[in-house]
């Protein structure tokens, strides 16, 4: 009993599994199972051409066949290509496969005598029109596998060629961000720089203007040498603190502005002497009266 059931699994995947089957990126042969990129095993059997008054019928007879244990697999269709570019797919078949299930059918395309069939060809899709090398692909009769293989070479190259256009500008792109980036940031260190620059300017010629006010002022020296150490003991500018020392050079500002208003409007007190006579003149510039000199 044993010995039956090991027998009837044997020939279960022996029947599921096709033998030596070839697979996509070459040119297939008749009679010879293909596994297509949708799982189904093709073979095609035979290739019929007949002649008509202005044209030719092309039949195919193949079987397809799930030989998976656990998938199921909607049916796939064949195309013709011609050598002109042009392209028809096959009409009619829409069924799907179970494990194990095959079947064969039959299929005629017919064209004007003026094309040449270049390929046909399993899966490769109802609207492409680009013949694939990663389909397959039987030579029709009276056509060798050359123009199939360089067929699918050269799209092959142009593929390749496109990835590496896309590669390329994909680096390109990458460079010009890149590039976009550094001129940003330097456009904006250097208007960092500029702002950074303007509060150090600022600071240098407010210390020149007290000491110049302290000249002219000796009265307010006090105060003005109070607020000039405070702006020499101002931390050294740089981009992190450069608008917190703005705001304090506003508030330094305001104060010397003060300073110098209360100065220029404040009034003094003069002597004046003539003779034994003595006089007091207050005002914002005191002068003594004619006759008078001022009391050294």
Do not use: H
Not at 227 to 246: A, F, G, H, R, W
């Amino acid at each position: 009993m044993r010995l039956r059931i090991c027998i009837a699994v044997f020939l279960m995947f022996g029947f599921l599994a096709p033998i030596s089957a070839e697979s996509a990126g070459g040119c297939s042969s008749l009679n010879i199972p293909a596994l297509a990129d949708d799982n189904l095993t093709v073979t095609i059997s035979t290739m019929s051409v007949v002649e008509k008054v202005g044209s030719y019928q092309l039949t195919i007879i193949y079987k397809l066949q799930n030989a998976t244990i656990d998938k199921k697999i909607d049916e796939g269709t064949f195309k013709i290509f011609f050598t002109d570019g042009t392209s028809e797919p096959q009409y009619g078949f829409f069924g799907s496969f179970f494990p194990g299930d095959s079947r064969e059918r039959s299929y005629t395309w017919e064209y004007l005598k003026g094309k040449s069939p270049l390929a046909i060809s399993y899966n490769s899709g109802f609207f492409t029109t680009q013949l694939s090398g990663s389909k397959l692909n039987w030579a029709p009769p009276g056509q060798d596998c050359s123009q199939i293989l360089s067929k699918t070479a050269a799209e092959k190259a142009a593929e390749d060629k496109a990835a590496e256009d896309k590669a390329a500008a994909a680096i390109k792109a990458a460079e010009d961000a890149a590039a976009a980036n550094k001129a940003r940031a330097d456009s904006a260190n250097s208007g960092l720089k500029f702002l950074v620059d303007q509060v150090v300017a600022t600071r240098e010629e407010m210390k020149l203007r007290i000491n110049g006010l302290v000249k002219m002022y000796p009265a307010e020296k006090i105060a003005l040498n109070a607020i000039l150490q405070s702006n020499s003991m101002l931390v050294t500018v740089t981009p992190v603190n450069y608008k917190e020392i703005e705001k304090m050079m506003y508030e330094v500002t305001d104060q010397v502005d003060v300073i110098e208003n209360r100065a220029v409007v404040k009034k003094t007190t003069i002597t004046c002497i003539k003779g034994k006579l003595i006089k007091k003149v207050t005002a914002i510039k005191p002068k003594c009266p004619s006759g008078y000199k001022l009391k050294k």
